[in-house]
């Protein structure tokens, strides 16, 4: 059964659209025009441009273009949804929006105590993993994946969480939590190995564990999120079967491998950067101390 019987705004989501655009419309606008609302501003970079717009464009594809309505009816679909939203955009808004603006939204009176103390490097990392592993205890999963506003209040929450696990790698702000050199590399794969209990538990299960996707009054419920309510009781719906033939199991296992094997994907590219320019800078330093002793080698050689 097609997709489209769906309609144009459960497939595309206008009101998704819109918000991207004004979202991407409103950062080139401060970031050209009001610079003056901030201090110690700087021109914004090319890098920063292409990585914000590179992040909004990749939040639209997870949550508003017909991938999202996909992950209702494939659990490996939400999986790789998952694995994008917190593993990839977190990192890509770290770097595209400019120091000079994150630094006045972190340091508002309000937010600045508990943004410092839910940064430090290891609370950012249980915190996320926590998240992440209770969002897909069965029981869990399935009353937030059928509830608007418990799904809604979740992802937000998981989202920030993620942001937060990102943060201390990827932040170049003076006074803020971050993590240098080699340790950096533990970090990530630290994060690595917390979520992985997670990813096994799905991959290896023996039976089917959210009812979500294995019984059709759950997934029914579960469609109501991002199909008009008008456009379902027009239809007579069984269940995901309709829309592929993957069976329930095959698809779940499939979500666990998608999950880490993007998750390590992200982390490798991650830990191959943060290597080399570790690496790097042990170079110059080198460079600058060997130099130190040549220069010093013939002054002394001069005097004597």
Known sequence: MPLSIFGFQALWSPVFILSTLIVIGLYFYITSKKQHWFEDTQPVTKKEITA??????????VKGSPADLMGHILFSVHMAQMALLLMLVPPLLIVGVPSWIWQKIIRMRYIQPTFRFLTKPLLALIVFSGMFSIYHIPLVFDTIKQNELYHTIYTIILFLSAILLWWPIMNKLKGEHQVHGLGKIGYIIGSAILITPACALIIFASHPMY????????????ME???????????????PELFSNMPIMEDQQLGGIIMKIIQEIIYGVILAIVFFQWYRSEQENADEITQQALMDRQAYAANK
């Open 52 to 61: 914000f717009v590179s992040a909004m464009l990749l939040l639209y594809a």
């Open 225 to 239: 999120l991002c199909v008009p309510s008008s456009t379902l009781s027009g239809l007579t719906l069984s269940g």
């Open 211 to 222: 009812d979500t996707y294995s019984n059709g009054d759950a997934w029914l419920k579960a």
